[in-house]
Structures are given as structure tokens and as C-alpha cells.
């Protein structure tokens, strides 16, 4: 088990039709001279088809389910007579976010995982590999739901997508009626990029002081761009950033979101004093008031 998924591994001989459902790039298959079975005629170009059949037969007996698998794609490379064999990693993820417990009669139905579940789970390997320079981006492959997908971005390279698998693709591999969220990632590019060397964080000595920031800002504006801003201000003192509200209500103008961050601010060498964290929290708030124009909310209070 990793990261609460359960790992399988499959067939890398495939039929072709069973890969179509993904609207993947035209390309020609490695096939078998003489297959044993018409469903293994071809060597495969993705390792998520292989773990959607997975999921969908689990759910015949199951209302959750949690795969990953790691796996070899088959490309073929011009002139070559040998294809290119990358390393894939696939997720699934669908049902319930948490197991049942003796006390949730009362509490009602527990939450679906969403999106956000599957998001989690990625910045957990990405945490775990010690990669830098990390950024999600919007994304809009073929099988995955507009508007509910993102791009794992490593150091500028693509390194694949995950989010809400289309409802027409999730019929396709028979989980109809289900919210799937899946993934992806080319695992030989992702394992280039972690570095040799990490630095560690040590256990601080001192404490660290808390603050919230919440902002108004235009709907385009990205919570990454936002976040972006905040540790640009903050500095070397700012040490977590964690986005802990986004509200549209009436309180909000149209076309406009609020976002919270909860922050903290610490030093290696001292405790900070209310001063030099007000001025740093001052800062913070004048950028995103002169580079994102936000409305800092709370302030019209304070004045």
C-alpha cells in the first residue's frame, strides 16, 4: 500500500480499441506476429487503460477503489526496429473518501473523494521525491473532464496530468455512474529530476508566530499565482503557506474570489517580536495589493 492506493500490475499486451476511449496521440502499435488471443495483439501505449479495467472490475464486488500502477508503455521509434519502453505511473481513485466508522449515522454520508483527494496524493510523491520547482497548470487532455484537470510541471518540463476522468470515458471502460479521478505521469522523466543531494529542514528551535491573509481578487487569478506573490514577500521568514478558504457570496463582488492563507512566520536564531513579523505580513500585503490588485478583506475594519 502507498499513499492508501493498492498497486496492481496488468497485461502490457493489449487490443487497440480498449485504448481508444483515451483520444491518445496517432501512433502505430509494436504488434505479435502470431498473438495466442485476439485481446493480445498489440504491446500498449498506456498503463492507465490497463488500470481503468482494473477498477471497474473491483467495483462489481466494491464501492471504493484506490490503484496504482507502475508499468512500461511501447512506443516505436522511426527507423528503429526496437520501440522506446518509458516508465509510466498510473493512479485511479473513486468512492468514498474514508472508510466507514461506528459514529457516522449521525454525521450523514461520507464525502466522495473529489479532485482535491487525487491533488493530494500527487503533492505527496512530489514531497516525498524532493522535487523542485514545482507548479500545476491547466491541462486538457482528451479524457480527462474540462475544467477539472491539471498539469504536473517539474523544473518547466511536463511530466503528465491527473484530475477528473471524462464522464463519456468512464462510461467507455464501465464505470458509468461513478466520479473516477486519474492519472498519468511519465515516471522515467519524473525519476531524472530528483536530485542527487536534498537539503533537510531541522527541527526549529523557536516558535512560530501565525497570521491569516485573506484577499479579494479577480476569478482568473490562480491560488498558485497568489502563493507565488505571497513567498515572494515574505521572504526567508515565511516559512508555510496554506490556503485554507475560497468564498463566492454575496459579501463578493461577480466576477471575484476570496481566498484565505493561513501563515507562518519563524526564525532559526530567535522568536520573532509582533514588529518584524507585522512588517513582514506589510509587505506581504502591498504587493498583492500593487501586483494582483487585491482587496485586502478586514482592512477597511482595521482603518
Same mark, same amino acid.
Given at each position: 500500500m502507498t499513499a492508501g492506493l493498492q498497486e496492481v500490475v496488468t497485461y502490457a499486451l493489449r487490443e487497440p480499441s480498449k485504448e481508444a476511449p483515451l483520444? @491518445?496521440?496517432?501512433?502505430?502499435?509494436?504488434? @505479435?506476429?502470431?498473438?495466442?488471443?485476439?485481446?493480445?495483439?498489440?504491446?500498449?501505449h498506456s498503463v492507465l487503460a490497463s488500470v481503468l479495467e482494473i477498477a471497474a472490475g473491483n467495483l462489481r464486488h466494491t464501492s471504493d477503489a484506490r490503484l496504482f500502477e507502475v508499468g512500461s508503455v511501447y512506443l516505436p521509434r522511426s527507423g528503429e526496429k526496437l520501440p522506446d519502453e518509458p516508465r509510466r505511473l498510473a493512479l485511479v481513485m473513486t468512492g468514498r473518501r474514508r472508510s466507514e466508522f461506528w459514529s457516522d449515522t449521525a454525521a450523514g454520508p461520507i464525502p466522495a473523494m473529489d479532485f482535491f483527494d487525487l491533488k493530494g496524493v500527487v503533492e505527496?510523491? !512530489? +514531497?516525498?521525491l524532493h522535487l523542485p520547482e514545482i507548479r500545476f497548470g491547466p491541462a486538457h487532455p482528451n479524457h480527462l473532464h474540462p475544467g477539472? *484537470? +491539471?498539469?504536473? !510541471?517539474v523544473q518547466g518540463n511536463a511530466v503528465g496530468s491527473f484530475g477528473v476522468l471524462h464522464p463519456k470515458v468512464a462510461e467507455a471502460y464501465g464505470l458509468a455512474g461513478h466520479d473516477v479521478l486519474a492519472s498519468e505521469f511519465d515516471l522515467q522523466m519524473i525519476l531524472k529530476l530528483v536530485p542527487e543531494r536534498y *537539503?533537510?529542514?531541522?527541527?526549529? #528551535?523557536?516558535?512560530?508566530?501565525?497570521r491569516d491573509i485573506a484577499v479579494t481578487?479577480?476569478?482568473? !487569478? /490562480? +491560488?498558485?499565482?497568489l502563493l507565488g506573490?505571497? #513567498? /515572494?514577500?515574505?521572504?526567508?521568514? @515565511?516559512?508555510?503557506?496554506?490556503?485554507?478558504?475560497?468564498?463566492?457570496?454575496?459579501?463578493?463582488? &461577480?466576477?471575484?474570489?476570496?481566498? *484565505?492563507? &493561513?501563515? &507562518?512566520?519563524? &526564525?532559526?536564531?530567535?522568536?520573532?517580536v509582533d514588529k518584524e513579523v507585522d512588517?513582514?505580513?506589510?509587505?506581504?500585503?502591498?504587493?498583492?495589493?500593487?501586483?494582483?490588485?487585491?482587496?485586502?478583506r478586514g482592512e477597511e475594519v482595521r482603518g
Open positions: 483520444g @491518445l496521440p496517432t501512433l502505430e502499435y509494436v504488434r @505479435l506476429l502470431n498473438p495466442i488471443t485476439t485481446e493480445r495483439v498489440v504491446m500498449r505527496a510523491l !512530489v +514531497a516525498d477539472k *484537470a +491539471a498539469e504536473l !510541471v *537539503a533537510y529542514i531541522p527541527v526549529p #528551535r523557536f516558535p512560530a508566530a501565525l481578487v479577480d476569478e482568473d !487569478v /490562480s +491560488a498558485e499565482r506573490e505571497i #513567498r /515572494s514577500a515574505g521572504g526567508n521568514l @515565511l516559512r508555510d503557506v496554506r490556503l485554507f478558504d475560497l468564498y463566492r457570496g454575496e459579501s463578493i463582488p &461577480a466576477g471575484k474570489k476570496s481566498l *484565505a492563507y &493561513a501563515l &507562518a512566520y519563524q &526564525a532559526d536564531d530567535r522568536t520573532l512588517k513582514i505580513h506589510k509587505k506581504i500585503e502591498d504587493r498583492l495589493k500593487h501586483v494582483l490588485k487585491a482587496q485586502i
